[in-house]
């Protein structure tokens, strides 16, 4: 069983998932009376496990230290942001700095809804989830 399987198995269920969708307030006026909800994505039930499933690969492997992912993207001449990271040659890339990439699109939700819907429809976990497959 490889280290990474319990994310790379999602490499085969991707295609059958629409990864999530989002809500806006198309109902309320903004008044005190009826305040207008903030836009959010709602993620679908694989999104979560996914997510799940770095945390607890973080968890159990200290070693490839995920909770530094700004600064292994930044050794390997990436930075923490959209366009660098969906940029990013992964063919070289070792299985630490892929990891960081997809911890950093995990974190990237908790400062911009969205941010991680992004990375799953333009195919950019898809990209980083086979290269772990790959490097093992």
């Not at 319990?6 to 999530?20: A, P, V």
């Not at 990439?101 to 990375?119: K, S, T």
Request: hydrophobic share 40%; proline share 2%.
């Amino acid at each position: 069983m490889s280290k990474f399987e319990q994310l790379t198995k999602y490499i085969d269920i991707l295609d059958e998932d629409n990864f999530g969708t989002w809500i806006i307030d198309r109902e309320n006026d903004g008044t005190p009376e009826h305040p207008i909800q903030i836009p959010f994505v709602n993620y679908s039930e694989m999104v979560h496990r996914f997510i799940d499933d770095v945390y607890a690969f973080s968890d159990n492997n200290k070693d490839f230290e995920l909770t530094r992912y700004g600064e292994i993207l930044e050794r390997n001449g990436l930075e923490w942001c959209s366009k660098s990271m969906r940029e990013a040659d992964v063919s070289s890339l070792d299985a630490q700095c892929v990891m960081a990439l997809i911890m950093g699109a995990v974190r990237a939700e908790r400062f911009c809804d969205g941010a991680l819907l992004g990375f799953f429809k333009d195919g950019s976990i898809r990209t980083w989830l086979e290269r772990l497959k790959e490097v093992v």
